[in-house]
């Protein structure tokens, strides 16, 4: 008689699908630790050679947003940049921002939602921060209603 195996179960019962979850999770964890260390030596190679961090260019993400009732404001860091040396444009609903710094460019592209006017885009550069503020379209705009 054959005796099954309890790591490795033939039919994917409670235990199968444990096994399969647990894994699954021992992959991702793997990963994660993997591109975790990968970012540290690469911030510390940048750190010795470079004499500078310049991993806000990878591996974090520098831009956040703020939203009201009038529409969307995106601030993307951008520290040690010039104004001179920054690009934005938007495409199909996509902003995406381009800086050099040092020879080094760096490329951000985010999704605005489908509820914002890209033709009313205003943008401004300050102390190392990108501003960019996206109007919300007319209809998207909550109106208030009287009621009589």
């Not at 979850?21 to 750190?47: F, H, K, P, S």
């Not at 050679?49 to 703020?66: H, I, Q």
Request: overall charge neutral; glycine content about 6%; hydrophobic content about 35%.
């Amino acid at each position: 008689m054959s005796r099954q195996s309890p790591r490795y179960p033939k039919t994917p019962g409670k235990t199968g699908v444990l096994f399969l979850a647990r894994y699954v999770l021992e992959i991702v964890i793997m990963n994660r630790l993997l591109l975790t260390n990968l970012n540290n030596v690469m911030r510390n190679w940048d750190r010795a050679f470079l004499n500078e961090d310049y991993s806000y260019g990878r591996g974090k993400d520098p831009v956040t947003y703020d939203e009201d009732e009038d529409g969307y404001e995106y601030h993307v860091a951008l520290p040690g940049v010039k104004k001179k040396d920054v690009r934005a444009n938007v495409v199909d609903g996509v902003i995406t921002v381009e800086a050099k710094k040092d020879g080094n460019t760096v490329s951000k592209s985010f999704s605005v939602p489908d509820e914002a006017d890209v033709l009313t885009t205003l943008s401004k550069m300050e102390d190392g921060l990108l501003t960019i503020k996206v109007e919300k379209k007319k209809e998207a705009k909550p109106v208030e209603l009287k009621i009589s």
